[in-house]
């Protein structure tokens, strides 16, 4: 089946820091999104990424969506104490007449010290 | 505050009885999922419904059974629970369908079985 690995598994940075992660795939995606997840909620969606090549920001996150459509990035800049989370990749696979469905990647998770 | 409502917060059962999970938006969305999410672990589809019919079910034992009464309501009967059922369950929904229509999490019911 598909698989979504990200790395680092885990970051421990300092606030103001920049911080970069990413998503690497075994097959290739239409679609990528990134979300973030706090202890005891559910998953919210940062970025979506639609066309390979695409570099796209919301405030301080950066998303692109590889060339190869088999990976993708995200940076957060000046990270702050509210971007201690869990970090999720999931690609969107579509099926005709089955509906679309979206595989996560491993996680990765930020912790930042003040 | 997330637009997709669940409901109960928290579920403690035994694996004899009988519960239900709700999930309900007002969005217009017409596509609805249940993810199982273990601890420290990503999302993993279970069911996805597409104009209130099942369009995919990802071998889920028969003990989870889905529910799309109409199109902003979607329950999840439980039955004859296993402990290792025990997790998170995030309802999320999209626009409709089609491809590139991102999905949108409730916050979850953390489900224990006893």
């Given at each position: 089946?598909?698989?979504?690995?990200?790395?680092?598994?885990?970051?421990?940075?300092q606030?103001?820091?920049?911080v970069?992660?990413?998503?690497?795939?075994?097959?290739?995606?239409?679609?990528w999104?990134?979300?973030?997840?706090?202890p005891?909620?559910?998953?919210?969606?940062?970025?979506?990424?639609?066309?390979?090549?695409?570099?796209?920001?919301?405030?301080?996150?950066?998303?692109?969506?590889?060339?190869t459509?088999?990976?993708?990035?995200?940076?957060?800049?000046?990270?702050?104490?509210?971007?201690?989370?869990?970090?999720?990749?999931?690609?969107?696979?579509?099926?005709?007449?089955?509906?679309?469905?979206?595989?996560?990647?491993?996680?990765?998770?930020?912790?930042?010290?003040? | 505050d997330?637009?997709?409502?669940?409901?109960?917060?928290?579920?403690?059962?035994?694996?004899?009885?009988?519960?239900?999970?709700k999930?309900?938006?007002?969005?217009?969305h017409?596509?609805?999922?249940?993810?199982?999410?273990?601890?420290?672990?990503?999302?993993?589809?279970?069911?996805v419904?597409?104009?209130?019919?099942?369009?995919?079910?990802?071998?889920?034992?028969?003990?989870?059974?889905?529910?799309?009464?109409?199109?902003?309501?979607?329950?999840?009967?439980?039955?004859?629970?296993?402990?290792?059922?025990?997790?998170?369950?995030l309802?999320?929904?999209?626009?409709?369908?089609r491809e590139y229509?991102?999905?949108?999490?409730?916050?979850?019911?953390?489900?224990?079985?006893?």
């Amino acid at each position: 089946g598909q698989q979504l690995n990200q790395s680092p598994q885990s970051m421990f940075i300092q606030e103001g820091e920049d911080v970069s992660m990413n998503c690497t795939s075994s097959s290739i995606f239409n679609t990528w999104l990134w979300y973030k997840q706090d202890p005891g909620e559910g998953p919210v969606l940062l970025i979506a990424l639609y066309k390979a090549g695409e570099l796209t920001s919301n405030g301080r996150l950066t998303a692109q969506f590889g060339i190869t459509r088999k990976d993708s990035f995200l940076n957060i800049s000046a990270s702050i104490p509210s971007d201690v989370g869990i970090y999720f990749c999931a690609g969107h696979s579509y099926f005709t007449g089955g509906g679309n469905k979206l595989t996560f990647g491993t996680g990765t998770q930020l912790k930042v010290e003040l | 505050d997330t637009e997709v409502t669940q409901t109960p917060k928290h579920l403690v059962m035994g694996m004899t009885n009988k519960k239900s999970l709700k999930c309900e938006q007002h969005m217009g969305h017409r596509a609805m999922y249940w993810y199982k999410q273990k601890a420290k672990k990503p999302p993993e589809l279970m069911f996805v419904y597409s104009y209130e019919k099942l369009s995919i079910n990802e071998s889920v034992p028969s003990r989870f059974s889905p529910e799309c009464p109409n199109s902003s309501l979607l329950n999840l009967h439980l039955h004859a629970l296993q402990p290792e059922d025990s997790a998170l369950y995030l309802c999320a929904s999209s626009q409709d369908d089609r491809e590139y229509q991102p999905q949108h999490f409730g916050d979850g019911t953390r489900l224990s079985i006893l």
